[in-house]
T-cell receptor, first 112, second 116 residues
Framework: QKEVEQDPGPLSVPEGAIVSLNCTYS??????FMWYRQYSRKGPELLMY????GNKEDGRFTAQVDKSSKYISLFIRDSQPSDSATYLC????????????FGAGTTVTVRA | DGGITQSPKYLFRKEGQNVTLSCEQNLNHDAMYWYRQDPGQGLRLIYYSQIVNDFQKGDIAEGYSVSREKKESFPLTVTSAQKNPTAFYLC???????????????FGQGTRLTVV
């Protein structure tokens, strides 16, 4: 079993729809959670960064962390064609562990 | 502008040849990482280094080698022992220590390696 599980999709939605992405994990020591966005043939860029459980909102993006269920989510409201990309969840335990564990990435296409 | 620079963007390797991928950062980050990305498999860790002159194997180190002679630089050599080297290679870095967001990793734009 992988340490971080993420449905690779692909996911196709019409413009303006809400995109819902999620990851599950097995390591209860994880406390830092990130979502990266990766456009085709580019390096990933950080989208959201959260610590421990709770919600965080940034514009059209909302990240949720439920440590009791070992489950994290990313929601994209009012999706745009420019949101078409691969979204990767990443996490680590912090402290002396700075390596990130990544999900496989979900490819999202927003249709105009 | 601070960031991570990977070169070249595209690289072609002949069978049996060693090639070296460059990664330079000017973010003053302590830790640097090399990942390999294949379709549908996400990012897999090849090697990482937290201080100069020290590095550790990741999950798929076989057929690869690295060096960390300078804080800013972490080159990756893909050796002839790597049987399936065609992939997208990503270099990343982050800070160490107990600060919030120290675990955030910054990525370069990647090198696409193809065996011909």
């Amino acid at each position: 079993q992988k340490e971080v599980e993420q449905d690779p999709g692909p996911l196709s939605v019409p413009e303006g729809a809400i995109v819902s992405l999620n990851c599950t994990y097995s390591n209860s020591a994880f406390q830092y959670f990130m979502w990266y966005r990766q456009y085709s043939r580019k390096g990933p860029e950080l989208l959201m960064y959260t610590y421990s459980s709770g919600n965080k909102e940034d514009g059209r993006f909302t990240a949720q962390v439920d440590k009791s269920s070992k489950y994290i989510s990313l929601f994209i409201r009012d999706s745009q064609p420019s949101d078409s990309a691969t979204y990767l969840c990443a996490m680590n335990a912090g402290s002396n562990d700075y390596k990130l564990s990544f999900g496989a990435g979900t490819t999202v296409t927003v249709r105009a | 502008d601070g960031g991570i620079t990977q070169s070249p963007k595209y690289l072609f390797r002949k069978e049996g040849q060693n090639v070296t991928l460059s990664c330079e950062q000017n973010l003053n980050h302590d830790a640097m990482y090399w990942y390999r990305q294949d379709p549908g498999q996400g990012l897999r860790l090849i090697y990482y280094s937290q201080i100069v002159n020290d590095f550790q194997k990741g999950d798929i180190a076989e057929g690869y080698s690295v060096s960390r002679e300078k804080k800013e630089s972490f080159p990756l050599t893909v050796t002839s022992a790597q049987k399936n080297p065609t992939a997208f290679y990503l270099c990343a870095s982050n800070r160490l220590g107990q600060g919030f967001r120290n675990t955030e990793a910054f990525f370069g734009q990647g090198t696409r390696l193809t065996v011909v």
